[in-house]
């Protein structure tokens, strides 16, 4: 509702003349309401403008407080990031003196296993070598023994015995160098088992068997018994001069068919045991002589008749019908190639002082 102001109205004198400028005064208020309008929203504007400019003003003071704290709190990080840098370094260049140390030490244990090793490896070495000399001294011994009982005694067993032994020797060696002297060995033995000799343990065995059955052979029937079982109602005197006088005929059977029973084992064992003297001594003569007398003793002392008896001259038979001492091989390659592989081998070896003399020179140049 609008008001009229007092001033404004006109004079009353002059109302009549004011009547035609009414439409300049409306025009006027219309022009001062778009005025205050435009001020209005001027004002408006301006008041709008500044507080948006307030609030983005405390905006951004809470967030530079904002940053601030974080700024601070970025600091105090840092800072404790330094300290916990400089702690790690501190710890890294501890641990990194104590690596070095532990390196050296471990390079030192590295030489020190590398010299033990080298000690070992040497002392190896020694060990194998003369462990090796120690089989090929034994095996060139029993090789060389073997070769001389062949040529005194011509016991073919007693020698591949021997060369059983030196063989083993030789198989206990590392060197593979003396497998060719294995070899030689094992032609050599070959040539003694096809010469086929006497085997002396077998053949004392089976003497030592027959003295042992000369006890219990029975002894043959003399005639004087037969003609005794024959006539058993003959006079009382005639018996009784029997057993004091007897009449025989005088020939070699009769007479070793007379002799006392005693006698007559003992003589065939004496017999037995000059066959096994022959046999030690190696005599084909006497060996086959003694079996020949002992053969006769038994045949005509004892029962041919019992099979004990025809066993034991069996056995006389065999043992005679053996050749003693064959045409054996020649021996001693086998020794001859084991010294040349010896010999060989001790030249290509180097010549290693002794321990005490480079340990005097390591301590004269420490």
């Given at each position: 509702m609008e008001t009229?102001?007092?001033?404004?109205?006109?004079a009353p004198g002059s109302r009549d003349k004011a009547t035609p400028a009414a439409p300049r005064s409306g025009r006027g208020r219309m022009a001062g309401t778009l005025v205050l309008l435009v001020v209005l929203a001027a004002v408006a504007?301006?008041?709008?403008?500044?507080?948006?400019?307030?609030t983005r003003?405390?905006?951004s003071s809470s967030r530079l407080d904002a940053l601030a704290?974080?700024?601070d709190q970025l600091a105090r990080t840092n800072e404790q990031l330094r300290r916990d840098i400089d702690s790690l370094r501190s710890r890294y260049a501890d641990s990194e003196s104590m690596n070095r140390g532990i390196r050296e030490e471990v390079l030192g244990f590295n030489e020190r296993s590398r010299a033990l090793e080298d000690a070992v490896a040497n002392l190896a070495d020694q060990r194998l070598s003369n462990r090796?000399?120690?089989?090929?001294?034994?095996?060139e011994f029993i090789l060389q023994l073997a070769g001389e009982r062949l040529a005194l005694f011509r016991d073919a067993s007693g020698t591949l015995a021997a060369y059983r032994l030196a063989d083993s020797a030789l198989a206990s060696a590392e060197d593979p160098l003396f497998a060719n002297v294995r070899q030689t060995i094992s032609a050599e033995m070959q040539a003694i088992e096809a010469?086929?000799?006497?085997?002396t343990r077998a053949t004392l065995n089976a003497l030592a068997k027959l003295r042992a059955s000369l006890a219990s052979l029975p002894l043959k029937t003399s005639p004087t018994d037969a003609q005794a079982s024959t006539q058993t109602e003959r006079s009382r005197l005639r018996q009784i001069l029997s057993q004091f006088v007897r009449i025989s005929h005088d020939d070699a059977a009769a007479m070793l068919s007379l002799r006392d029973e005693t006698l007559s084992r003992s003589l065939a064992a004496l017999d037995l045991r000059a066959a096994e003297a022959a046999l030690f001594v190696r005599d084909q003569d006497e060996f086959k002589a003694a079996l020949e007398r002992a053969r006769s003793g038994i045949e005509a002392v004892f029962d041919t008749d019992a099979p004990a008896v025809r066993e034991a001259l069996a056995t006389l038979d065999r043992l005679?019908?053996?050749p003693l001492a064959p045409a054996l091989p020649e021996l001693g390659t086998a020794l001859n190639e084991l010294r040349n592989?010896?010999?060989?081998?001790a030249l290509s070896q180097p010549a290693h002082p002794p321990a005490n003399v480079t340990e005097a020179k390591n301590g004269a140049n420490p």
């Open positions: 009229e102001n007092p001033a404004q109205l006109p504007a301006i008041a709008w403008w500044y507080f948006n400019q307030q003003e405390r905006d704290a974080q700024v090796d000399a120690m089989a090929l001294n034994e095996a010469a086929k000799p006497m085997q005679a019908a053996t592989l010896r010999t060989t081998r």
